[in-house]
């Protein structure tokens, strides 16, 4: 079994990243049950639900579905379907529809599930693949399965450890498929801009279903040697307790979570918090009005920082002292070359703004059976990230606008193409137009506008949407008109909706 790394010290696959730190170090703790997982435990775990992958018929490629809440299981069952197969996590709000169409979409060959509910990811993969779920007894993550234990090949770095969607403005989600050898140069970035070390004690609130935790607070704690505190999901009542309590050094969240956090610390720095040296915000502009709170508040450096799943999360980050932070920037680029493109696709100079681009060996090469998409996104070896932006002279990037329409709330990027679907399976329904309005606290909040065939309340049609999307999809206002606006060739004219109705 191959420990070494790449010559340069970056791993590449997640094998090898496992065998980053040394046996006796804590690699994980549970705040909630004080459960501490040693680096020699955690290994022995993920290797052996990766030999009962392989005794189930997983083999390199194939997708192993997973939708568990954040825990010990839910990192083992991530690191072992990526190592014996290809780890596709999806969130447990999902509803059925939702399940079916990911659990197709990605060709799953297995579901891994709680022991106790998960009912619609359940019922939506009944008669389709088969169901195991995973326990965690003394500390253990064990698949529940009858089938013998077998050996798997080990991982290229070629190979596809991680599936994961994207949503699109103009349709269904696209699927990323992200290589061992990108999540290995995206936590070895991440690694390099914070100076993360053993000595490290990373919390991790994002979920385990977006890249941002799963690199960000998780890969790049492994691959450093240090330990994730990893409780089961953001308590803000706990969440300076949990800090304190466990010696965090760092954490990486969504603006709307920091929001959540500092509403709870009294006026002044929260007592106990001696360890923790840096906050790190990404997935969502933060306002540099919150910033400035967080870094009066906690008394440590906030650091927004970029990401994209496209890129295996990590593009651009603020620095640590004593190089500059700039509040209402992103940062510079972090092993990613960045650059800033007008619509002739020329290269502009620092102050020019166009589209943002990236470079780098983190970067996907290409979506999954989308070539439309390819040839859009993916263009003379640089990825369009769809995001609007201006470099300063420094390097910069301040970002200005998003050109795509997806919909950003606190971080989860929605496809309102999705949700005009939705709407319009209810038979009252005759046109439909979702999109996002400002919110101080999510960023964004969904809303949508309708064409009603008939008569129904609004409270009616917002629960026909709870019952086919994940309440964070679903639109919290709707607006009843007489028509939609569309172009001469019959497109939605989205942005002008939702210009309409910003203020409502």
Known sequence: MSGTMSGTGVPTTLLELLHAAPDAST?????????????????????????????????RGDRVA????????????????GIAGTAAPLNPAYRREEFSF???????????????????????AEGRIPVL?????DGEARLATTAASAGFDPPAPEDVALVLHTSGSTGRPKRVPIGHGNLGVSAWNT???????????????????????LVASTLATLLSGGALVLPSRFQPLAFWRTLRDSRVTWYSAVPTIHQLAMAR?????PPGLESLRFIR??????????????EEIAGVPVLEAYGMTEASHQMASNPLPPRARKFGTVGTGTGVRISIMDAAGNHLDAGGQGEVVIQGPNVVRGYENNPEANSRSFVDGWFRTGDQGILDQDG??????????????GGEKISPVEIDEALLTHPAVAEAVAFGVPHPGWGEEVAAAVVLREPVPESEILSHCRNRLAEFKCPKKIHIVDAIPRTATGKIQRRNVAATFQGS
Do not use: W
């Open 27 to 59: 690699a994980m703790l549970d705040p909630e049950s004080g459960v501490r997982l040693s680096y020699a435990s955690l290994r022995g775990q993920v290797l052996r639900m990766a030999e009962a992958l392989a005794g189930a018929g997983i083999r």
């Open 66 to 81: 997973i939708a568990l809440p954040n825990g010990l299981p839910a990192v083992v069952s991530f690191l072992a379907a």
């Open 102 to 124: 990911f659990l197709d979409d990605t060709a799953a060959r297995l579901l891994v599930i709680p022991p106790q509910g998960a009912d619609e990811a359940r019922s939506a």
């Open 133 to 137: 779920a995973v326990s965690l007894t």
């Open 191 to 213: 690694v390099n801009t914070y100076g993360l070390c053993p000595d490290d004690i990373s919390l991790c609130v994002m979920p385990l279903f977006h890249v941002h935790g």
């Open 265 to 269: 610390a009294a006026s002044g720095r």
């Open 281 to 294: 915000s990404c997935s969502a502009p933060l306002a540099a009005e919150l910033a400035r709170k967080m």
């Open 396 to 409: 910069y990037l301040r970002l200005t606008g998003r050109l795509k329409e997806l919909i950003n709330r």
